[in-house]
């Protein structure tokens, strides 16, 4: 039985930007958060992309890859804060969806 950071290899980056992406709905933090999010987010993305390239998972690689491009801190979009809170929102589902469909099956290995 495989445990679970094998059987889920992009559940921990994507959980800590889940939690990052939700805690900046409500616009209460400092600029330099925004900042933080956008690399965690970017790097999470990156990552979970490139999990699902090498699954064959190719819708998954091009919303993740989308999303890490949208949050990419080298040249970024400026959006409002509202825009950004629906953003935030609809992006930490799909991480939570693609934990679960970014997975390696038991007859995979």
């Not at 409500?26 to 330099?32: F, H, S």
């Not at 040249?75 to 693609?98: M, N, Q, R």
């Amino acid at each position: 039985m495989k445990n679970l950071a094998e059987k889920y290899p992009t559940v921990v980056t994507s959980s800590i930007a889940i939690m990052m992406l939700l805690l900046a709905i409500p616009p209460m933090w400092p600029y330099g958060y925004y900042t933080l999010l956008r690399l965690v987010v970017t790097g999470a993305g990156i990552f979970a992309a490139f999990m699902a390239y090498g699954m064959g998972k190719n819708v998954w690689t091009y919303i993740l890859g989308g999303i890490a491009l949208l949050f990419n801190p080298l040249i970024p979009v400026h959006l409002d804060k509202e825009t950004w809170g629906v953003i935030d929102l609809v992006v930490a589902i799909a991480f939570f969806v693609s934990i679960w469909c970014i997975r390696v099956n038991e007859e995979e290995k």
